[in-house]
C-alpha cells in the first residue's frame, strides 16, 4: 500500500515519525485523534460521524534503513444503513502491518511487484500470491497516523446494515404481491 507525500499537512489525521528516532528495543505508540481530526476523516471517508480514533502500534526496526509497523486500528463510527438509511454506530477493529523502507528501495520494489505480475500468465493469480512491497520511507518519517486512516477506510463496510436489520421484499412490507417485472410493458402492448 504505497503511501502518498503530503508535505502541506493536509492529512486529516498525521502523526509522523522520525525513523531515527526509533531505537533498537522498537517503539509501542498509543495515539488518538482528535474531534476535529475525526470529524475531517468521516467527510473524507464518506461517514456520518467517527466517535472515537485510537491507534496501538509496535515500531519495530528491520536493519539500519527498515520499519515494521504493526498494530490495530480501532474506531467507533456512525454509518448510514443501506436498508433503513437511518444512522448507526458501529466498531471498527482493523490490524495493520506494513513494511517500510527508503524511498527508493521501496519505489523498487513496486516497479519490480507489478512488472511481475504484468509478465505473469495469470495475473489474478500472481497479484494473489506477491508479497506486498515496503511502503516508502519520505524525508526520513512515516506517517502512523496516515497509515492508521488507510486502514480504517479498509475496514469499513461498504454496505453497512444497522444491527438486526434484514434485505426484505417490498410484498412483506406492503402486504400486497410485487407485480410482475414486466407486466407493465405487456399492459401497453395490449393497448
Known amino acids: 500500500m504505497m503511501q502518498t507525500h503530503d508535505p502541506e499537512g493536509a492529512l486529516p489525521f498525521s502523526r509522523p515519525l522520525v ?4 531505537g533498537d528495543n522498537g517503539l509501542r505508540l498509543n495515539l488518538e485523534a482528535s474531534a476535529e481530526e475525526c470529524a475531517a476523516l468521516a467527510e ?3 461517514l456520518d460521524a467517527i466517535r472515537k480514533l485510537a491507534v496501538e502500534a509496535d515500531v519495530i526496526r528491520r536493519g539500519r534503513d527498515r520499519l ?4 490495530r486500528v480501532k474506531a467507533i463510527v456512525a454509518q448510514i ?3 433503513t438509511l437511518e444512522p448507526f454506530d458501529t ?6 502491518e506494513v ?3 527508503p524511498q527508493s528501495e521501496a519505489e523498487e520494489a513496486y516497479a519490480k511487484a507489478m512488472a511481475d505480475i504484468e509478465a505473469a500468465r495469470d495475473k489474478a493469480a500472481a497479484l494473489a500470491e506477491q508479497p506486498d512491497p515496503p511502503d516508502p520511507i519520505i524525508d526520513g518519517k512515516v506517517d502512523i497516523g496516515a497509515l492508521a486512516a488507510e486502514f480504517l477506510a479498509l475496514g469499513l463496510d461498504p454496505y453497512p446494515r444497522k444491527p438486526g436489520v434484514e434485505f426484505g421484499s417490498l410484498t412483506e412490507d406492503a402486504g400486497e404481491p410485487l407485480p410482475k417485472p414486466f407486466a407493465a410493458l405487456a399492459k401497453l402492448k395490449k393497448d
Not at 19 to 22: G, L, Q, R
Not at 68 to 71: H, T
Open 91 to 96: 466498531a471498527v477493529d482493523e490490524p495493520f
Open 81 to 83: 444503513c443501506v436498508v
Open 19 to 22: 525513523v531515527a528516532s526509533v
Open 68 to 71: 515494521l509497523v504493526r498494530g
Open 99 to 101: 513494511e517500510f523502507a
Open 44 to 46: 473524507l471517508d464518506g
